[in-house]
Every structure is written in C-alpha cells, then in structure tokens.
C-alpha cells in the first residue's frame, strides 16, 4: 500500500507540551501534506513540504521531511487545548491522487 | 465566505434506499473530489471530476455513482446504500494544475443507513 502510515495512533499531552507526530511512506513522492481535522469535520491544509525541501515551518508548526528514509515529521509547539484534533499526512505521488495516512489524534489537556 | 459546502450534513437512509448527496464551490476550482472516511480510518477517494471528465478509482463500488453538471455543483449518489456505507463523505477541490496544491475540504456528510 502507498498509503502514510502514522504514528503514534493517539497521543495525550499537557497544554504547552510540544507535541510529534510521525508519518511515513512507501513510494516517491512530488510533496508531502498535513491536514487536521476536529471532529465530525472536514480536513483544513495545515502545511505543504515539497520534496525538494527539508524542514519547513508555519507559525507552531515545524514539518520535516527526510525522502531517504521516506518519512515525515509534525511538531506543534506550545499546544493548546484548541489543537485536540486529529491530524493526517498525506502524499502526493502526481496525477490527482492525494493518500492519506490513517491519523494521530491529538488529545491536548487543559 | 463558505468555499466547499455539503448538504445535508447529516443524512438518514434506509437499506437499499437511493440517496444524493450534494457538494458545491465558490472556488471556480478544476477538480472536484468525493472521498469516504470511515470512523477512524483515512479518507479514501472513490472519484475525481477534472472539469467535465470523470475518473473513477479501481476499487469504488459501481454503487457510487456521481455528476457534475457544472463547475459549481457535484454530486454523489448511492444507488443501493448498504450498512457498510455508513460513513462520513467528504467534498474536496483544488486547480488541479499539476504543481503542488492542496485541497479545500467541505465539512463532509454524516451518512447513517438504518
């Protein structure tokens, strides 16, 4: 399966805690997405890391990306009980096909 | 400034009994996708309109079926809903341009089949 495997499956932490979640993959990749959703929701894009790029960072979202060992990173700092959702990797191989990773939701305890 | 919007959002049917389900943009996007997301699982595309051409993924059910009339409006239909089709449908778009581009998502339908 092409799809993103994530991990960890769920994880519960303090608010402030600085929380990571793991994704990784199997096939070649044009770029590499995290999307979130709350639940009963739609996913909103969080963040896009290019295949080409490494690191990349969006206000308390820090994503890396390693193409040699075919797996990615999400760092949320500082998280808030407003960030309790789940969130999703997903890869784009080209064409119209994005696939996603089955998700880690996030517990942040107030 | 609602940009991809689903009805209904929650939708009760019947075994066997036909029901659509609706998505529309504001975006004036190219693609329009349908995906299936069962209760902690991945979202699973079923299939893709770019502009007026439909593509359908190899394991989507001949159950699904979908239209687009035009570019605004896309819908999705099950001729036949079983039980296994209880889930939630989520409505994506994007330009479909080629490069790098993320997907704009509806908040989805809530589908239970009695």
């Known amino acids: 399966s092409q799809q993103g495997e994530e991990d960890p499956q769920a994880l519960s932490i303090q608010e402030g805690e600085n929380a990571t979640m793991n994704c990784s993959y199997k096939?070649?990749?044009?770029?590499l997405q995290w999307y979130r959703q709350n639940s009963g929701r739609g996913l909103v894009h969080l963040i896009l890391i290019r295949s080409n790029e490494r690191e990349k960072h969006s206000g308390r979202l820090r994503v890396t990306l390693d193409t040699s060992k075919k797996s990615s990173s999400l760092l949320i700092t500082a998280s808030r009980a407003a960030d309790t959702a789940s969130y999703f990797c997903?890869?784009?191989?080209?064409?119209?096909?994005?696939?996603f990773g089955a998700g880690t939701r996030l517990f942040v305890k107030a | 400034d609602a940009m991809v919007i689903q009805n209904p959002r929650y939708q009760v049917t019947q075994f066997g009994k036909p029901v659509t389900l609706s998505c529309s943009q504001t975006l004036n996007h190219n693609v329009m996708y349908w995906y299936q997301q069962k209760s902690s699982q991945a979202p699973k595309l079923l299939f893709h309109y770019y502009d007026k051409d439909f593509n359908n993924e190899a394991d989507t059910p001949d159950n699904f079926q979908s239209r687009r009339p035009n570019t605004s409006f896309c819908f999705l239909d099950i001729r036949s809903p079983g039980l296994g089709d209880a889930a939630m449908y989520l409505c994506a778009t994007n330009w479909g341009t080629g490069g790098p581009d993320t997907q704009y998502f509806g908040p989805g339908t809530r589908l239970t089949v009695l």
């Open positions: 997903a890869i784009d191989t080209g064409g119209f096909k994005t696939i």
């Open positions: 096939t070649s990749i044009n770029n």
